[in-house]
């Protein structure tokens, strides 16, 4: 599957052979609203936007992007969510396939013989608006001028959480755009409290970028909630406490 936020265009000019494409607007994401800029798809809607790109629960799904892993680590989570119990992430995603030289299809993508993936949501844990605030450790997964209120680019209001501590999306990657080993993110979250048995939980922006916190916190072997909502959602109540500094 491919993902992110060049879109079809992208995809048509280029992919891995027999990959399909799967819109992050519409297929990973519900509609903006109160619920933040990308709340969760649907059921109903994720699962057919799934069977339509041929996943059925009991074939392994390999999911990549070329956004440096951030769709393809919600679509990664959202599957998992929805019981899929065998989903990868392309490490490096397409720019490591093509540096490797591997085989590129273009076009409209192939026809594919439609899935049987059923959706079971909850397989993943999540914490509300809340929840969030109570959480031992929440990530920040946004860059840190963002997490500390000196910009804003996106969401009408700057700031944080209160409480939380950042690790940028970027901190997950090395250089070349592949994920650092276990250890060394083990090392990373450690640094913020975030270890094997913790109560820990990422939000970002909308939601999206967050679970590559929460993909990277899996490699080192820490399970973490993810708050859906994030930010986007967090200020729409203007009753709840905004941090900056």
């Known amino acids: 599957m491919g ?3 060049a879109g079809p265009e992208e995809y ?3 992919h891995v052979p027999g990959a399909s494409y799967v819109d992050m607007d519409t297929a990973l994401a519900a509609p903006a609203g109160a619920g933040g800029r990308h709340p969760l798809p649907e059921t109903a809607v994720f ?5 339509a790109a041929g996943v059925s629960a009991d074939r392994p799904v390999v999911v990549y992007d070329d956004w440096a892993g951030h769709a393809a680590a919600r679509c990664w989570w959202l599957l998992r969510f929805h019981g899929h119990e065998d989903v990868r992430v392309l490490d490096g995603g397409w720019s490591a396939w093509t540096a490797a030289g591997q085989p590129v299809e273009t076009g409209a993508g192939p026809v594919v013989e439609p899935g049987t993936f059923v959706a079971a949501p909850g397989a993943m844990p999540v914490v509300t608006a809340d929840e969030a605030r109570w959480v031992g450790v929440l990530i920040d997964a946004r ?3 963002r997490f ?6 996106i969401d009408p209001v700057a700031g944080r959480i209160p409480g939380a501590v950042n690790v940028p999306t970027a901190l997950n990657l090395t250089d070349d ?7 060394e993110l083990r090392e990373l979250y450690a640094a913020v409290g975030a270890t094997a048995g913790a109560s820990v939980a990422a939000y970002c922006g ?13 490699v080192a072997g820490v399970t973490a909630a993810l ?19």
């Open 206 to 218: 909308s939601g999206v970028t967050a679970a590559h916190d929460v993909l990277a916190l899996e």
């Open 143 to 145: 860059a840190a001028v």
């Open 3 to 5: 993902g992110g936020p």
């Open 47 to 51: 699962e057919a936007a799934m069977r």
């Open 177 to 183: 755009g592949t994920f650092r080993s276990a250890g």
């Open 227 to 245: 708050y859906p909502g994030s930010w986007s959602e967090w200020i729409t109540d203007p009753s709840r406490p905004v941090e900056t500094g």
């Open 148 to 153: 500390r209120g000196e910009t804003e680019p």
């Open 12 to 14: 048509a000019a280029g």
